[in-house]
């Protein structure tokens, strides 16, 4: 049962370029696109849709063969309950209910220095622990996404520049294993990133 449930997933839906687009590729680029809609609004719905995805993604790329993304995508579903929580109930440090901010570039420096330093410590491990064919591409948006990640769940603006450096890695990384349709997504999520980050800074400056 489980076998022919997956191989129907994995059935061409279409080609693209050359390359057939699954089932699964498909809805999974449907609820990403509808997440990111979401995220733009500030609005809850967006952290189940990620949750769902982030699933659907983890069993595209496992896959595929890209162990990195497909072990983001595990951590992305468990952060998606994170975000979730956070969106509901968090709180800064002064009390408030989590509301769209700035962390500044002096919060920024210990995040984005860590991440670096993740990074080829991943690709090392991918190098040598699996058959990955892109260690390292493969690697920096996997621990990039994770601080775009924490930065989106509380808030932070700052988050929509970190995707849009995160989603153009990840339109290369896609094409070389031909996953067009993912391109285009990631290729897509670029100029939202763009238009997200002007509608929170208009709704920080608001508030």
Same mark, same amino acid.
């Given at each position: 049962?489980?076998?022919? +449930? ?6 061409? +839906?279409?080609?693209?370029? @050359?390359?057939?687009? *699954? ?20 609005? =809850? ?8 995805? *982030?699933?659907?993604?983890? +069993?595209?790329?496992?896959? #595929? ?8 995508? =595990? ?13 509901? %109930? ?17 919060? !920024?420096?210990?995040?984005?220095? =860590? ?6 410590? =991943?690709?090392? %491990? ?29 808030? /932070? ?17 896609? @094409?070389?294993?031909? /996953?067009? !349709?993912?391109?285009? !997504?990631?290729? #897509? ?14 709704? #920080?400056?608001?508030?």
């Amino acid at each position: 049962m489980w076998a022919s +449930a997956w191989a129907a997933l994995l059935a061409p +839906a279409f080609s693209a370029f @050359g390359s057939p687009i *699954s089932w699964l590729e498909l809805v999974a680029f449907v609820l990403a696109v509808w997440m990111v809609i979401c995220n733009m609004r500030v609005h =809850l719905l967006a952290w189940p849709l990620a949750f769902i995805s *982030s699933l659907m993604y983890f +069993a595209l790329f496992w896959d #595929g063969k890209l162990y990195g993304e497909a072990a983001l995508q =595990l951590v992305f579903a468990a952060l998606a309950v994170w975000g979730w929580w956070q969106w509901r %109930f968090g709180r800064t440090r002064q009390g408030d209910a989590l509301r769209v901010r700035r962390l500044g570039l002096r919060g !920024l420096l210990r995040p984005v220095l =860590l991440t670096l330093a993740a990074w080829p410590l =991943l690709g090392l %491990f991918l190098s040598r622990a699996t058959d990955s064919p892109l260690p390292y591409w493969d690697a920096f948006p996997t621990v990039a996404s994770l601080l775009g990640q924490w930065l989106l769940a509380r808030k /932070y603006e700052e988050n929509w520049p970190t995707w849009i450096v995160v989603n153009a890695v990840s339109v290369v990384l896609f @094409g070389f294993k031909g /996953y067009w !349709l993912t391109v285009v !997504l990631y290729a #897509g999520f670029i100029p939202m990133s763009i238009v997200g980050w002007r509608a929170w800074r208009r709704a #920080g400056s608001i508030a």
